[in-house]
C-alpha cells in the first residue's frame, strides 16, 4: 500500500461536490503535477497528492499553509483557549464505550510515510474527532480516582506560551532570563518550605554557586535527584578515594567497609524509591519498607527499632535515607514529620520528605500545620502537576543546603561550564522546557489564598464525603482523610457485623469475596463512563493484615462537590445490587 502511494497513480476527488474532475500525477521522483480536466468552483478543498518538498515544508514551518488550515486551527483553538471545559465536556469523554482491545487494533500501522499524509487542518480535526473522544476527561468533576484532574483554564496559554517561547533551560545561552526566574521561583517556594530568614535569600536567590533546588519532570525524578544527593553526599570521597559518584558502588563500599545501604521509608511510599534503589545502585531490596500505624503513618517505634538494629551491624550497613511522605498516594496520610526529622538529626541520617502530592497544603494558613517539621527535611519532593494545578508534566526538588547538590555537579566543554550559571550543571535532566515561567505566572494569578481555596476545598469536601460513606450501609470507610484522599469499599451492615468476629479464617473468606466485588464494581462503574473512582489494594488489618481492595477517592477538582460525590456511591449501591443480583448462581 505504501509503495502505492509512491508510485504514479491517477487521483479522483470530490467529483460529486464539485462537479469537475481533477488528475494528481505523482511520480517516483514525487513531483506532483496537478491537471485541471475541468472548471473549478470555489470554496472546494482540493484533495492533492500531498509531497514532501521544500516549498511546502517552507509554508507548513512558517505558519498555517492556507487560509483553510488557519480556520481550522482559530476553530479549535478558540474553543481551547477560551472555552476549555465546554470543549472538554463536548469532546472528551470519560467512557470506554469502544473498548481498548477495539482501540488498539485501530493503531496497527507501524511504517511511517515518505510523503506527508494529510495537511495541518486534517490532522487536528482527526485529533478533536477521532482521539479526544477516546481519551480522558480527567478535568470532568467526577472523576475522583487519581491525581490528575481540571486545570485552571489559563494554564493551556501559559504552557503555549512556553511552547512557543521553546527555551531549553539546560543553559543560559539558550533560556537567559527565564534561568534567572527559576532561580527566583525555586527560592519562593524554598521559602515557604523552609523558612528560612531575608538574608538567606538574598545571598542564594541568585547566587550561581548555590542551588536551592531543581525542576524535573517530575516526582519520580525529583525523589532520584534526592537521594541521588544524598547517597553522593554519604559516600563522599575521602583520603583514598574519590567519591561513590566517581568510581561507583564496589569502590564505595570498600573505602567505607559496609556491605549495604538502605533506605527506609513507610510501606505506602511511592514505587519511585525501589527505581531510585535500582537505579542508585544500591538495589531495590535495600528500600526497607515499614510497617504503618492504625492511621496509615509510618510506624515510629518499628522506624527507631530499625535504626537501632542497622546501627548494631557497627556501620556494615548504612543508612542513606530515611523518607517521611507528606500525602502518600493511596491513603494521602501525612507521617509524623517532626518526630521523623528529630530522629535523623539525632542519628545523623538524610531525612527526605516526599511532598509530591501535599507540599501546596504549606500555602493554606488552616492546614499547613498538617506538615510541621518539613522544614527539618534536608530534601523535599513537590510535584508541579499535582495540587499546583500544572499541566503535565513538572516536579521539583528542594535541598536545606544551598550547596548540597554540589555533589551532582556535571559540566560539557560546549555547555554547563564551571563557573556559569546553567541551570543544567547539577540536574539530572539535560534538555529540558520552562515549567518554571508557568509556576511563576499561576503564583502571580492565584496567590497563596487561591491555592489554600483550592487545597481546602478539597481537604473539606473529602470530609464531608467521609461522612456520607459513614452514613450508608452498604459502604465501609477504610481509611479516613487527612489530606483530599479517602478510600473506602462495599462492605453491607451485616457483613460488617461477622467481620467483626474473632474468627480470622471466616474474616479472610468474607474479604476474598468482598476483594472480588469491589473490584468489578469499580471497573463496571469505569466502564459505564459517567464517573471514575479508583481502586488499590491495602495491606491493612488490627491484628492479622489482610490484602482488601479499596476504592480510592482523590478530590482536587474544585467543581466536585459532595452532591457528585452522593451520585458517584449511588451509582456504586446500583452496580453493586444488580451485580449481586444477576452474580448468584
Ligand atoms: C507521594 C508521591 N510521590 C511521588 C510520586 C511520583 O510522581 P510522578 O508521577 O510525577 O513521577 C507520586 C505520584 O503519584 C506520589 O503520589
Not at 480522558?136 to 475522583?144: E, G, K, Q, R, T
Not at 519520580?220 to 553526599?233: C, E, F, G, K, P
Not at 510501606?267 to 510497617?291: C, E, P, R, T, V
Not at 477538582?557 to 456504586?572: R, S
Amino acid at each position: 500500500m505504501n509503495k502505492n502511494r509512491q508510485s504514479i497513480r491517477l487521483c479522483k476527488y470530490d467529483y460529486s461536490r464539485a462537479g469537475t474532475y481533477f488528475v494528481t500525477f505523482c511520480t517516483q521522483n514525487r513531483e506532483c503535477f496537478l491537471g485541471n480536466m475541468g472548471s473549478i468552483k470555489n470554496n472546494i478543498s482540493k484533495k492533492t497528492e500531498l509531497v514532501a518538498n521544500w516549498q511546502t515544508l517552507m509554508r507548513v514551518f512558517i505558519r498555517p499553509e492556507n487560509e483553510e488550515t488557519k480556520l481550522i486551527l482559530l476553530k479549535y483553538m478558540e474553543q481551547i483557549l477560551f472555552g476549555l471545559n465546554s470543549f472538554l465536556k463536548k469532546h472528551v469523554g470519560i467512557t470506554e464505550k469502544v473498548s481498548l482491545k477495539e482501540l488498539s487494533m485501530r493503531f496497527t500501522e507501524t511504517i511511517i510515510n515518505k510523503n506527508p499524509e494529510k495537511k495541518l487542518a486534517e490532522v487536528i480535526t482527526g485529533l478533536i474527532e477521532d482521539i479526544a473522544p477516546h481519551a480522558v476527561n480527567v478535568a470532568s468533576p467526577y472523576f475522583v480516582g487519581h491525581m490528575t484532574s481540571a486545570m485552571p483554564f489559563f494554564m493551556v496559554h501559559l504552557k503555549t506560551i512556553v511552547t512557543a517561547l521553546n527555551q531549553n533551560l539546560v543553559k543560559i545561552e539558550t533560556s537567559k532570563v527565564v534561568s534567572i526566574l527559576e532561580k527566583q521561583v525555586i527560592a519562593k517556594i524554598h521559602r515557604i518550605i523552609y523558612k528560612e530568614n531575608e538574608s538567606f535569600y538574598n545571598e542564594h536567590v541568585q547566587n550561581a554557586k548555590t542551588t536551592l533546588g531543581i525542576f524535573t519532570k517530575d516526582g519520580t525524578l525529583a525523589n532520584i535527584t534526592a537521594l541521588w544527593v544524598a547517597r553522593n553526599s554519604l559516600l563522599a570521597s575521602k583520603e583514598g578515594f574519590s567519591g561513590i559518584e566517581k568510581e561507583g558502588i564496589v569502590p564505595a563500599y570498600k573505602a567505607y567497609g559496609i556491605e549495604r545501604c538502605v533506605i527506609l521509608a513507610s510501606k505506602l511510599s511511592h514505587y519511585s524509591f525501589k527505581k531510585a534503589g535500582g537505579i542508585l545502585g544500591i538495589g531495590n531490596q535495600n528500600i526497607i519498607g515499614i510497617d504503618v500505624d492504625t492511621n496509615n503513618r509510618i510506624n515510629l517505634d518499628l522506624l527507631k527499632k530499625e535504626i537501632k538494629k542497622i546501627k548494631k551491624t557497627g556501620g556494615r550497613i548504612k543508612i542513606l535515607a530515611v523518607v517521611g511522605i507528606a500525602g502518600a498516594t493511596e491513603t494521602g496520610t501525612i507521617d509524623p514529620l517532626q518526630k521523623i526529622g528529630m530522629l535523623c538529626s539525632e542519628n545523623k541520617i538524610h531525612f527526605h520528605v516526599d511532598a509530591a502530592w501535599g507540599g501546596p497544603t504549606l500555602m493554606s494558613e488552616k492546614y499547613k500545620h498538617l506538615l510541621d517539621g518539613i522544614e527539618l527535611a534536608d530534601s523535599v519532593t513537590i510535584d508541579c502537576h499535582k495540587q499546583f494545578y500544572m499541566p503535565m508534566s513538572s516536579g521539583m526538588v528542594y535541598f536545606k543546603s544551598p550547596t548540597i547538590m554540589n555533589s551532582i555537579e556535571y559540566h560539557a566543554n560546549y555547555v554547563n561550564r564551571p563557573g556559569s550559571v546553567d541551570l543544567g550543571i547539577k540536574s539530572i535532566t539535560g534538555s529540558r522546557e520552562a515549567n518554571s515561567i508557568i509556576l511563576d505566572c499561576a503564583l502571580k494569578i492565584m496567590g497563596t489564598q487561591g491555592y489554600a481555596l483550592l487545597i481546602e476545598h478539597g481537604i473539606e469536601t473529602a470530609r464531608k464525603f467521609a461522612e456520607e460513606i459513614k452514613k450508608r450501609p452498604d459502604f465501609q470507610l477504610m481509611t479516613p482523610p487527612e489530606l483530599n484522599i479517602l478510600t473506602y469499599r462495599i462492605c453491607p451492615v451485616d457483613i460488617k457485623k461477622k467481620l467483626s468476629e474473632d474468627n480470622f479464617e471466616q474474616r479472610q473468606s468474607i474479604n476474598k469475596e468482598l476483594n472480588k466485588i469491589n473490584r468489578n464494581v469499580q471497573r463496571l462503574q469505569r466502564e459505564a463512563g459517567k464517573s471514575f473512582v479508583s481502586r488499590t489494594t491495602l495491606n491493612i488489618g488490627n491484628k492479622r493484615k489482610e490484602d482488601i481492595v479499596v476504592l480510592r477517592c482523590v478530590i482536587m477538582n474544585p467543581m466536585t462537590n459532595i452532591n457528585i460525590l452522593k451520585k458517584i456511591l449511588d451509582e456504586q449501591e446500583k452496580i453493586y445490587r444488580c451485580y449481586i443480583t444477576t452474580s448468584r448462581p
